[in-house]
C-alpha cells in the first residue's frame, strides 16, 4: 500500500506565503512524476505543476513566477512554494504521483489540503 500525505495548507492574506509538503509512504515502489493539482467546486481537478525525477518541471500559466515545485527524490516527497498569492488560487489542493507498486505503473492521489487566500 502506498499512501501521499499533505501538510501545508491553510488560510494567508493576499500578497503571503504558504509551503505544501508531500510524502509518498509505503515500501517497495518507485516514484517517477510528482506534482500538484488543484480544484474549486463545480469545476474538475486542473494542473497546478509537475516535476520530474530528472528535475524538469511544468507550470500552469498562471502560476508561473509565483508558485516553485521542488522534489527530494530520497524522500519521495514533493514541494509546493506558494508565494504572492490571490483570491483566485484559493482551491483544494492535492498531491500526484505517478509510481510503481505492485508490478504496475499507477496514478496516486493525496486526500487534498484547503488553501484560502482572503483578506
Known amino acids: 500500500q502506498v499512501q501521499l500525505v499533505e501538510s501545508g495548507g491553510g488560510l494567508v492574506q493576499p500578497g503571503g506565503s504558504l509551503r505544501l509538503s508531500c510524502v509518498a509512504s509505503?515500501?517497495?515502489?518507485?516514484?517517477?512524476?510528482m506534482g500538484w493539482y488543484c480544484q474549486t467546486p463545480g469545476k474538475e481537478r486542473e494542473l497546478v505543476a509537475l516535476i520530474g525525477r530528472d528535475g524538469g518541471t511544468n507550470y500552469t500559466d498562471s502560476v508561473k513566477g509565483r508558485f516553485t515545485i521542488s522534489r527530494v527524490n530520497g524522500k519521495n516527497t514533493v514541494y509546493l512554494q506558494m508565494d504572492n498569492l490571490e483570491p483566485e488560487d484559493t482551491a483544494v489542493y492535492y498531491c500526484y504521483a505517478n509510481l510503481w507498486f505492485g508490478g504496475r505503473r499507477d496514478d496516486y492521489w493525496g486526500q487534498g489540503t484547503q488553501v484560502t487566500v482572503s483578506s
Open positions: 509505503g515500501s517497495r515502489f518507485y516514484v517517477h512524476n
